[in-house]
Nanobody, 121 residues
């Protein structure tokens, strides 16, 4: 079994920065891709950013240039550095693992419990 545990979000002023971290626990062999999604009230969950084992990154249109995703393959962690935050970035942020091989069993998708980020003055 694999679990994803996110760091606590918080309240940030517009223009501020925040860093989210996520750690995968369990007897993990490999995780193909890790990333972050978010869901604002009344909206569908959307892609924030993903990163593959080889470091290929993908960003949602609304965050590209402001957010940076990184991962440590040895530690099975993924971080999201969020800069120039806007009120519209307010959402619950979810850590995501795509294709996690755990004790020989492939888990296609694993989600964290989510952490709230509020951008407001």
């Amino acid at each position: 079994q694999v679990q994803l545990v996110e760091s606590r979000g918080g309240l940030v002023q517009p223009g501020g920065s925040l860093r989210l971290s996520c750690a995968a626990s369990g007897n993990i062999d490999i995780i193909i891709a890790m990333g972050w999604y978010r869901q604002a009230p009344g909206k569908q969950r959307e892609l924030v950013a993903t990163i593959t084992l080889s470091g290929i990154t993908t960003y949602g249109n609304s965050v590209e240039g402001r957010f940076t995703i990184s991962r440590d393959n040895a530690k099975n962690t993924v971080d999201l550095q969020m800069n120039s935050l806007k009120p519209e970035d307010t959402a619950v942020y979810y850590c995501h693992a795509n294709r996690a091989l755990v004790s020989g069993t492939m888990h296609l998708e694993v989600w964290g419990q989510g952490t709230l980020v509020t951008v407001s003055s």
